[in-house]
């Protein structure tokens, strides 16, 4: 069964701390990989999207990296701020189906 | 508008009441998906659409569950005889093309309750 895990579920840091998402699979045999952002009573945006022959892709503060063969991926946020403050997605694509993760809710405090 | 728009954005439904729920995708996009997130849950796939062909439902739960998108345009995810655990959003995306490099685009979404 494909199944995508993200830790932590939660997440509290001071504005300007780097911070680290963790997801990881089930199945390696993956299409691509990307990460969403998803605000309260909002839809998802697309924030880094990783093809399944790349190891990392970087978009401003963000870098996230692909390791196929552990089945890992890790978001990485730099200099955080409050308005990084939402949901973070994790969603493994295995044709033209995403499987996501449950999300790791992110708060940033000023 | 330029993005992915649904309606309702909310509903609630009496159990046993059927519910339709409708997309527009990006105009131009070919690929159309559902997808249905419980609370606190991350989204579950329900069904995909290339232009007017529905290539994949192997993610809608039941038969009371039915999508069609006529024209390769509009699509429409109904749900018949609504039971509790149908309570969810219910979310809607599309991209330019098929294959794995291309960019999804959600709607908000459609906020099912049912009482």
């Known amino acids: 069964k494909q199944e995508v895990t993200q830790i932590p579920a939660a997440l509290s840091v001071p504005e300007g701390e780097n911070l680290v998402l963790n997801c990881s699979f089930t199945?390696?045999?993956?299409?691509?990989l990307q990460w969403f952002r998803q605000d309260p009573g909002k839809g998802l945006t697309s924030l880094l999207l990783?093809?399944?022959?790349?190891r990392e892709q970087t978009s401003g503060r963000l870098n996230a990296s692909l390791d196929k063969s552990s089945g890992r991926s890790t978001l990485y946020i730099a200099a955080s701020q409050p308005g990084d403050s939402a949901t973070y997605l994790c969603?493994?694509?295995?044709?033209?189906?995403?499987?996501f993760g449950a999300g790791t809710i992110l708060r940033v405090k000023s | 508008g330029a993005g992915v728009s649904q309606s309702p954005r909310y509903k609630v439904a009496k159990r046993g009441q059927d519910v339709a729920l409708r997309c527009d995708p990006i105009s131009g996009h070919v690929s159309l998906f559902w997808y249905q997130q419980a609370l606190g849950q991350g989204p579950e796939f329900l069904t995909y659409f290339q232009n007017e062909a529905q290539l994949d439902k192997s993610g809608l739960p039941s038969d009371r569950f039915f999508a069609e998108r006529p024209e390769g345009s509009v699509s429409t995810l109904k749900i018949q005889r609504t039971q509790q655990e149908d309570s969810a959003v219910y979310l809607c995306?599309?991209?330019?093309?098929?294959?794995?490099?291309?960019?999804?685009?959600f709607g908000e979404g459609s906020w099912l309750t049912v009482v």
């Open positions: 199945d390696s045999a993956i299409y691509n």
């Open positions: 990783i093809q399944s022959s790349q």
């Open positions: 995306a599309s991209s330019l093309a098929t294959g794995s490099g291309n960019t999804i685009y």
């Open positions: 969603a493994v694509g295995y044709g033209n189906k995403l499987v």
